[in-house]
């Protein structure tokens, strides 16, 4: 492994050599590194039922689709009766039909700041239809999902089936969006020093988070949060900032936690890791609280991803170790699965730690696996068709796990 000296230099070299085409590098790795799906017929406009309708304007997210008629839902454990319009997603040009629950957009407000208007941010919920006898008694579990750059949050949810996952379990799913106005590329900034702390859009989201758990009953010991890419960094950074509220994180092709500060730096981690930060970064977060109750977490990477490579997902590793209290020489459990056939599914090797009984981190390394979501909707840029299924997989950890 290079030292943190040697990074810098290989990185002021690769700036130096590439300074005439910066741009168009920041453009190459920060989207997936999957080629973009092939053209094809465009697919009806999905239908979604909108809780608190925005203004009208020009050039509004075509994925809305045309008005739905009136329709109403009880939400269970909610204490009231919401007014919705019909939400059934046209069938997508995959031909996965959508899943039968109901499909809500709304907005969350964004504080005006420094040099910036006040604006909002765009955000959908999946409600299921099947309702555990758990969540009738408690509420719904929800799972926080944000997407990566260059994707929207109807995209992300199409891509990975969270939704038909949440169905099967009987949970809800927010889906926030990050807006262009904040990020040309709807990339989370999980490499800003100030929102690794806790600003930025961390009091956004969960602020959004805690609205929609006022407004629809979710059991507030079940909320777990997850993403992949920019969305896993921003998921992880808002789960370390807040980890009395989430009950687990989910990261998928993740970068580590605690490093970068400038978009060249957030490319360097990216590529490199964080190198000494990412043990200096987790110590300032115990640092800071000093009770932190642990966060159990699950690592999906593939083998194969240029764009965050596998040094992020063994550093997040790592620090996940420190955090909930595994020691630096905890021994995991293995499994390790081979290919399917047909190549449906892919070799992968699973690290199980545990306190106890307790399942704590779950890594999984899945060979031939690039930057992209494993067993999604191949229908949509960056997401594998072949397995494991990923969203099955954050699924079943999430279930192992309430916060007290």
Not at 94 to 110: D, E, F, I, N, R
Request: charge should be positive; include cysteine; charged fraction near 20%.
């Amino acid at each position: 492994m290079k030292s943190a000296a040697g990074l810098l230099r290989s990185l002021v070299r690769t700036g130096t050599r590439q300074s005439k085409s910066v741009n168009k590098l920041m453009t190459a790795l920060f989207k997936a590194a999957t080629p973009p799906a092939p053209k094809r017929k465009r697919a009806p406009a999905a239908k979604v039922a909108k809780v608190a309708k925005p203004a009208a304007k020009k050039g509004a997210d075509p994925v809305r689709g045309p008005t739905p008629k009136p329709a109403t839902r009880a939400i269970p454990g909610a204490g009231v009766q919401r007014a919705a319009r019909a939400a059934k997603p046209a069938p997508p040009a995959s031909h996965v039909p959508p899943a039968p629950g109901k499909w809500l957009a709304s907005h969350y407000p964004v504080p005006a700041g420094v040099g910036k208007p006040a604006q909002r941010m765009s955000y959908w919920l999946y409600l299921p239809n099947q309702i555990t006898e758990q969540a009738a008694r408690k509420g719904l579990p929800l799972v926080v999902m944000l997407h990566g750059c260059q994707q929207t949050a109807t995209q992300f949810a199409q891509g990975t089936r969270m939704n038909h996952w949440a169905e099967r379990m009987g949970c809800a799913v927010l889906y926030p969006q990050q807006p262009v106005s904040s990020h040309a590329q709807r990339c989370w900034k999980w490499y800003d020093r100030a929102t690794q702390e806790g600003g930025g859009d961390v009091p956004v989201i969960v602020g959004m988070i805690h609205k929609v758990m006022t407004e629809y009953g979710i059991d507030r010991s079940r909320v777990y949060i997850a993403g992949i890419s920019a969305g896993a960094g921003m998921a992880n950074i808002v789960a370390l900032n807040h980890p009395r509220l989430f009950a687990a994180v989910g990261m998928h092709s993740g970068p580590v936690y605690g490093a970068g500060h400038s978009t060249m730096g957030a490319l360097g981690v990216m590529q490199h890791g964080g190198g000494v930060r990412a043990d200096m970064a987790v110590r300032e977060v115990m640092a800071r609280q000093p009770h932190f109750p642990g966060m159990p977490t699950i690592l999906i990477q593939g083998e194969g991803d240029s764009v965050v490579r596998p040094i992020n997902q063994a550093q997040l590793a790592r620090q996940s170790m420190a955090l909930n209290g595994l020691g630096a020489v905890a021994e995991p459990k293995i499994t390790q699965r081979a290919q399917g056939r047909g190549g449906r599914h892919n070799a992968h090797r699973i690290h199980d730690f545990y306190a106890g009984r307790k399942l704590l981190l779950r890594v999984a390394r899945i060979e031939q696996l690039d930057h992209a979501w494993s067993g999604g909707d191949e229908a949509l840029a960056y997401n594998a068709k072949a397995g494991p299924d990923a969203s099955k997989m954050m699924m079943e950890f999430f279930a192992r796990h309430h916060r007290v």
